[in-house]
T-cell receptor, first 108, second 122 residues
Framework: EIVLTQSPGTLSLSPGGRASLSCRAS???????LAWYQHKPGQAPRLLIY???SRATGIPDRFSGSGSGTDFTLTISRLEPEDFAVYYC?????????FGGGTKVEIK | EVQLLESGGGLVQPGGSLRLSCAAS????????MSWVRQAPGKGLEWVSA????????YYADSVKGRFTISRDNSKNTLYLQMNSLRAEDTAVYYC???????????????WGQGTTGTVSS
């Protein structure tokens, strides 16, 4: 099983700031099958990024993904009020699919 | 509009069973793999199970293998999760989710339902 470790656990930033979220895998993620999701309380998770760097339909370009192998990053270039949420990475290259523990982006 | 609507959650005693359903609409259900993902109270997301577009191939997390069974009825555009031998640690919101990519047995998930809550408690 591929274990995904996200850091930091919590990121305290101001609107307009830049967020950089890390996701490290215990072994290489095949074909960069790494996704990022945004999750707000009481709502369904929302796919942001797949294939490590491809934005899903309708996702603003302030969200970007990068990385390969075992190290991946989600960057939010300028935080909008609606971006404060929990973010999860997920690998889907190998079963069992696994999620990271999440990074909470909170308002400073 | 692409939609997923879960149902079947509720309160059950340890050792009991629940059957979750997920009604799909707005897309060609029989060409996409589907998954169940859960979130226990105060915890993160946990992938539970996936099923291929035809229903012939299934995958499970170790935590539910042998207790849960995923299935689908493509004639009814409905996904199921039969949960047996339930434990307190199975208490969670259960989401069904659609694969982004057609035909692949599992992939990133681009459409999610609102979730249904299963509570295991005496």
């Amino acid at each position: 099983e591929i274990v995904l470790t996200q850091s930091p656990g919590t990121l305290s930033l101001s609107p307009g700031g830049r967020a950089s979220l890390s996701c490290r895998a215990s072994q290489s993620v095949s074909s960069s099958y790494l996704a990022w999701y945004q999750h707000k309380p009481g709502q369904a998770p929302r796919l942001l990024i797949y294939g490590a760097s491809s934005r899903a339909t309708g996702i603003p370009d302030r969200f970007s993904g990068s990385g390969s192998g075992t190290d991946f990053t989600l960057t939010i270039s300028r935080l909008e009020p609606e971006d404060f949420a929990v973010y999860y990475c997920q690998q889907y290259g190998t079963s069992p699919l696994t999620f990271g523990g999440g990074t909470k982006v909170e308002i400073k | 509009e692409v939609q997923l609507l879960e149902s079947g959650g509720g309160l059950v005693q340890p050792g009991g069973s629940l059957r979750l359903s997920c009604a799909a609409s707005g897309f060609t259900f029989n060409t996409y793999a589907m998954s169940w993902v859960r979130q226990a109270p105060g915890k993160g997301l946990e992938w539970v199970s996936a099923i291929s577009a035809s229903g012939g191939i299934t995958y499970y997390a170790d935590s539910v293998k042998g207790r849960f069974t995923i299935s689908r009825d493509n004639s009814k555009n409905t996904l199921y999760l039969q949960m047996n031998s339930l434990r307190a640690e199975d208490t969670a919101v259960y989401y069904c989710a659609k694969s982004l990519q057609e035909w692949l047995n599992y992939y990133a998930m681009d459409v999610w339902g609102q979730g249904t809550t299963g509570t295991v408690s005496s």
